[in-house]
């Protein structure tokens, strides 16, 4: 924008008055993605008085998620637990802890390349007994291709900027950067808004698209015109 070109032309015109003859500048590419993958997180949390029974309970309702998920198909090696935690839990009466209940939370990590039964999934799950879904996120499967399109986009920006600022002030380009470093920019996963989880009707569930970014830094050499 406008002023990030002017903030380029005065470091430019800055490096001209101290004799130096190097400029940096940084540029940006991005795309958009149509996702083609999904990451579920979900799972059961079970309270009560006695450890055995709250964990009885808990890996009963876990089970029956796990087998209703593989009737959908769902690859068992696709689904993988990533939280475990056995916690007590107390109240405070005149001051004084006193003890509640134990609480276990066990939450599974569901990879989808069957993005379209995301929503089915999330319905499987809530039907047979998981009442914690803590989020559905989608991206892809190979973020390769995308990024390099938005590496280049990135390139040609960085170059742009470079021929527009010596040019303002008049100034001779090196085409060819001394320099150029890729800046990291991973993909964001795209987070879609959800609704109640109903056991009565079908989560809804929007793709959206995923924007891919790359960053760059080149450093180019200038000289004077009359040089």
């Known amino acids: 924008d406008q002023t990030d070109f002017a903030l380029y032309l005065r470091r430019l015109i800055m490096n001209l008055e101290h004799g130096k003859d190097r400029l940096i500048v940084f540029g940006t590419g991005e795309v958009s993605a149509t996702p083609d993958q999904s990451v579920i997180q979900l799972g059961v949390e079970t309270e009560g008085s006695l450890v055995e029974t ?16 593989q009737q959908l198909g769902v690859p068992a090696n696709d689904i993988r637990t990533i939280e475990y935690q056995l916690i007590p839990m107390y109240d405070y009466q005149d001051g004084q802890q006193v003890f509640r209940s ?3 939370t066990h ?8 993005i ?3 929503g089915e999934v ?10 914690r879904v803590q989020s559905i996120q989608f991206t892809l499967q190979d973020e390769k291709a995308a990024y390099d ?15 527009v600022l010596t040019a303002e002030i008049g100034v001779h380009l090196d085409k060819v950067p ?3 470093k890729e ?17 009565s009707s079908q989560t809804p569930v929007q793709l959206g698209q995923l924007q891919v970014q790359a960053n760059v830094e080149a450093v180019y050499e200038y000289r004077r015109s009359s040089e």
């Open 183 to 199: 800046l990291s920019a991973p993909v964001q996963p795209f987070t879609p808004r959800i609704h109640s989880f109903e056991a």
């Open 149 to 163: 399109e938005a590496l280049l986009l990135a390139v040609a920006d960085v170059t742009r900027k470079a021929t």
């Open 54 to 69: 709250v964990q009885v309970e808990n890996g009963e309702k876990m089970n029956q998620i796990i087998s209703a998920l």
């Open 116 to 118: 379209d039964l995301t």
């Open 178 to 180: 001394i320099a150029i």
């Open 107 to 114: 939450i599974v990590q569901i990879t989808l390349d069957q």
């Open 122 to 131: 999330v319905d499987a799950a809530v039907l047979n007994g998981a009442n």
């Open 102 to 104: 134990y609480r276990l």
